[in-house]
């Protein structure tokens, strides 16, 4: 069982930056793609980035590309989400998912549907 955590979320003025974090406990990160997807109040949730177990594959949702960098750190069990120039339209729960992916080649990426492991999200609000 993989537990993953959030953090780094708050309240920021459009323009900022914020940068998310997500920690796993009970399994190690290394053989899992890992993703970051956000649900807006009233909206279903989306995809906005992810990354595969080797690091050697990202992919990002339109709206984030070119301002959104996610990142992850095995050493530290982690992946991070780095929001530069947020927009009020960012405003959203933000939520980690991993999946075990290994077999399937490092430059794999899991369809949003297949994450077996979420977190429980962390509250991103910008201010206009």
């Known amino acids: 069982q993989v537990h993953l955590i959030e953090s780094g979320g708050g309240l920021v003025q459009a323009g900022g930056s914020l940068r998310l974090s997500c920690v796993a406990s009970g399994r190690t990160l290394n053989t899992y793609a890992l993703g970051w997807f956000r649900q807006a109040p009233g909206k279903e949730r989306e995809f906005v980035a992810a990354?595969?177990?080797?690091?050697?594959?990202?992919n990002y949702a339109d709206c984030a590309k070119g301002r959104f960098t996610i990142s992850r750190d095995n050493a530290k069990n982690a992946v991070y989400l780095q929001m530069n120039s947020l927009k009020p339209e960012d405003t959203a729960v933000y939520y980690c998912?991993?999946?075990?992916?290994?077999?399937?080649?490092?430059?794999?990426?899991?369809?949003?549907?297949?994450?077996?492991?979420w977190g429980q999200g962390t509250q991103v609000t910008v201010s206009s």
């Open positions: 998912a991993a999946e075990q992916t290994y077999s399937r080649g490092s430059y794999y990426i899991p369809a949003p549907a297949d994450y077996d492991y």
């Open positions: 990354v595969s177990w080797s690091g050697m594959n990202t």
